[in-house]
């Protein structure tokens, strides 16, 4: 199947300080995702990519599709307290299959 | 509008018991998933169904689960004997459009255990 490498595993960073995470994938996507999971909740959509190259923003998220179509980024800019979780990227495949296949997700925590 | 429900959050078994799990979509929403995430790793596909029907079960690991969608609205995940190795947390999500602009949107998931 489908394999996502999904960096770093984990991050502890100080309040304020800028974030960056990362997905590259073995095949191509036709769509990026990107799901936060905070603890006893589900995967709640961040940001939606459709378009290689298209670069999206959510308040202080950034995310891009990336050009080959194999990758994708998510920043979060001047990190606060409640942006502790998992992050975690998703893709949709070309093969015309609606299933997501996920990374194993970036736990974050943010220090005070 | 009322998210998706799923239950029970949490369920302890031992192994070679049967556990269903039960999922409630997003009104009027006919797709609904189910994904598992064992300890650590990718959350992981299991099946799709449109309303009632099966689109796609290629995820479905072996033939202890068996999943139903009667009527196309809530759906149940049946495992059955349960295995340790099926410990994990069951997520289901549901869509209103598929392909290509689809957001599906997902439970809290059910945490099992099988001892």
């Known amino acids: 199947g489908q394999q996502l490498n999904q960096s770093p595993q984990s991050m502890f960073i100080q309040e304020g300080e800028d974030v960056s995470m990362n997905c590259t994938s073995s095949s191509i996507f036709n769509t990026w995702l990107w799901y936060k999971q905070e603890p006893g909740e589900g995967p709640v959509l961040l940001i939606a990519?459709?378009?290689?190259?298209e670069l999206t923003s959510n308040g202080r998220l950034t995310a891009q599709f990336g050009i080959t179509r194999k990758d994708s980024f998510l920043n979060i800019s001047a990190s606060i307290p409640s942006d502790v979780g998992i992050y975690f990227c998703a893709g949709r495949s070309v093969t015309g299959a609606n299933n997501l296949f996920f990374g194993t997700g970036t736990r974050l925590t943010v220090i005070p | 509008e009322a998210g998706v429900t799923q239950f029970p959050s949490h369920s302890v078994i031992e192994k070679g018991q049967t556990v269903t799990l039960r999922c409630d979509p997003i009104?009027?929403?006919?797709?609904l998933y189910w994904y598992r995430r064992v300890m650590g790793k990718e959350i992981k596909f299991l099946l799709h169904?449109?309303?009632?029907?099966?689109?796609?079960e290629s995820g479905m690991p072996n033939n202890r689960f068996l999943a139903e969608r009667t009527g196309g609205t809530y759906s149940t995940l049946k495992v059955q004997p349960a295995e340790l190795e099926d410990s994990g947390v069951y997520f289901c999500?549901?869509?209103?459009?598929?392909?290509?602009?689809?957001?599906?949107?997902f439970g809290p998931g059910t945490r099992l255990l099988v001892l």
């Open positions: 999500a549901s869509s209103a459009i598929t392909r290509p602009r689809e957001t599906q949107y």
């Open positions: 009104s009027g929403h006919d797709n």
């Open positions: 990519l459709y378009k290689a190259g």
């Open positions: 169904f449109v309303k009632e029907s099966k689109q796609d």
